[in-house]
């Protein structure tokens, strides 16, 4: 994949649903690993965002990110923790 012009990468910036190569490129990994991933998490039954038909077949980026911030254990507490 070649890499896209910086105005390009700047109009990508805000999308909210995007194609699997948009997030190859948000992710920052190498792109036979993340497809290879990418279709091993379709194929199995689970919480990863699936593709929408409605939006011409593109994920819902907030979707991923949540996905991935439960996956490795990243939560942000709404209200300090008691002490």
């Not at 190859?24 to 991933?37: F, M, S, T």
């Not at 039954?45 to 939006?55: I, N, T």
């Not at 994920?59 to 300090?80: E, K, L, N, T």
């Amino acid at each position: 994949m070649s890499s896209p012009s910086p105005q390009t990468l700047e109009c990508e910036r805000d999308k909210l649903f995007l194609t699997d190569a948009e997030l190859i490129r948000r992710l920052g990994v190498p792109e036979k690993i993340a497809r290879v991933n990418l279709r091993m998490l379709d194929a199995k039954p689970g919480d990863f965002p699936k593709k929408q038909k409605l939006w011409g077949d593109r994920r819902y980026w907030p979707a991923v990110v949540g996905y991935f911030d439960q996956h490795y254990g990243f939560r942000i507490s709404s209200s300090p923790s008691p002490r």
